[in-house]
Structures are given as C-alpha cells and as structure tokens.
C-alpha cells in the first residue's frame, strides 16, 4: 500500500491538508528536545497493551509545570 502511486487528486489533497496544519508551540518546544509528554489512558497489566494520547493545552501547561517545579527541588 505505502509503495502505491497516489493520483493526482490525492496528493493535492495531502498537499492542502499539509499547508493547513498546525501544531501548537508547545508542541514544537517538545519536538525539539525529542521529549514528547504523554499520558496513558490504558491499564497495561490488564489488557496487556498501553494505549495513551499526547498532552496539549492546559494539560500539557500543568504537567509541564509540576515537572519544572520537581527538577527545581
């Protein structure tokens, strides 16, 4: 599938969507040291698999503070 030649029709739309896309600066911040902070959602003892999601916003300013706070002790 990934060795397919996409149409032209496709790759316009790859390319608008592209162009439109943005990641907040925090985000950015994270992809610059290589150090994404995330939360997991799942219970890995139970399901035997970790499922979880990225931290934006408040959540990502919250985290980010407490840990700041910690490494400042």
Same mark, same amino acid.
């Given at each position: 599938v990934?060795? *397919?030649?996409? #149409?032209? *029709?496709?790759?316009?739309?790859?390319?608008?969507r592209?162009?439109?896309?943005?990641?907040?600066?925090?985000?950015?911040?994270?992809w610059?040291?290589? +150090?994404?902070?995330?939360?997991?959602? #799942? +219970?890995?003892?139970?399901?035997? +698999?970790?499922?979880?999601?990225?931290?934006?916003?408040?959540?990502?300013?919250f985290?980010? +503070?407490k840990?700041?706070? *910690?490494?400042?002790?």
């Amino acid at each position: 599938v990934l060795n *397919k030649i996409a #149409s032209k *029709k496709v790759m316009k739309m790859y390319g608008e969507r592209q162009n439109k896309a943005k990641v907040a600066q925090p985000l950015e911040e994270q992809w610059g040291q290589v +150090r994404l902070l995330a939360c997991i959602a #799942s +219970r890995p003892g139970q399901v035997w +698999r970790c499922d979880g999601y990225i931290l934006e916003g408040k959540e990502l300013e919250f985290y980010s +503070r407490k840990i700041k706070a *910690k490494k400042g002790k």
